[in-house]
DNA sequence: CTCGCTGCAAAAAATTTGCACATTG
DNA sequence: CAATGTGCAAATTTTTTGCAGCGAG
């Protein structure tokens, strides 16, 4: 898991070290968005120790090389789920619990486009999120959703 | 079009104020996404000053209101051009020009819960934004799109 | 006249930059 | 050992807060 990801990023060049390893295991760990600093506080519960910085950096390589995304709604990271041929990446949000599920849906990508393309637009990319409420949430509470 | 949007501010209960109104016409003009300091930055053209933070401020209440938009994307912020009874505002983005067409689309809103309710998710919302190239980029120069 | 709104000052939070030194391959 | 990457210091940008006084209804 956290191997595909140091695969892929030494196939385009970059090299493996300790800091990038250490924000890859935690973002694997953690279902949730994080933002840089919750990184830097979960590392250092650890005793361990990262310039914030270099997570800015990190995370903007993760996420140039589709191996992490920047949610939009909350703007936190978690580390990507799929693999790249699947067309655009979507997320369902959990509007309860918070947990995030990755999925990608080259059908509703098809659709998108032929709708657009009626207003003559003409689609490259697909930004995606729905936030409701996960199987689990909606079980243990359905009044949350109404 | 901003006396639309001054009568719902009022119907719920807050005042019109030369600032606020201030705001709605400068969203009202640019059709493209614009940060606050976007804002106050026009109205310093013009001669007019407005502090920043109420800009927010305003913006906060737009948006709760459904009057403005945050877009994901780019942070920035546009007006409202549709109705509150469509259902899920969606955007499509130049990617050229940076021109938002703003839309709903009920339709492709069910085909979203239907698709989530496989996954036992419950979808209460739905952020969306695609970005591409507007009719007249891509006739202009159909190369963009490769 | 009253409550809500604005501006100001200030702080807090988020993000970026340049550079010297450390580390990976 | 060369190229990349990290940490540090510092700056910049973005966003938030509290409070005194102004202004819309």
Redesign the pocket.
């Known amino acids: 898991m956290v191997q595909d990801s140091i695969r892929v990023l030494?196939a385009h060049?970059?090299?493996?070290?300790?800091?990038?390893r250490l924000v890859l295991e935690v973002l694997e760990e953690n279902e949730k968005p994080l933002?840089?600093?919750d990184i830097q506080g979960i590392l250092r519960t650890r005793g361990k120790?990262?310039?914030?910085?270099?997570?800015?950096?990190?995370l903007?390589?993760l996420c140039n090389l589709n191996l992490a995304h920047r949610m939009l709604s909350s703007?936190g990271f978690i580390k990507c789920s799929l693999d790249s041929t699947e067309g655009c990446h979507r997320f369902m949000v959990c509007q309860n619990c918070g947990a995030i599920q990755e999925f990608a849906d080259k059908e509703l990508c098809q659709e998108e486009n032929d709708f657009a393309q009626n207003f003559g637009f003409h689609t490259e990319h697909h930004l995606s999120e729905f936030s409701g409420f996960c199987s689990q949430c909606y079980r243990k509470q359905p009044q949350l959703a109404e």
Chains 1, 2 share one sequence.
Do not use: E, W
């Not at 060049?13 to 990038?20: A, D, I, S, V, Y």
């Open positions: 030494q060049g970059h090299k493996l070290t300790k800091p990038r933002s840089p600093y120790y990262l310039n914030h910085v270099t997570i800015y950096r990190t903007d390589l703007g």
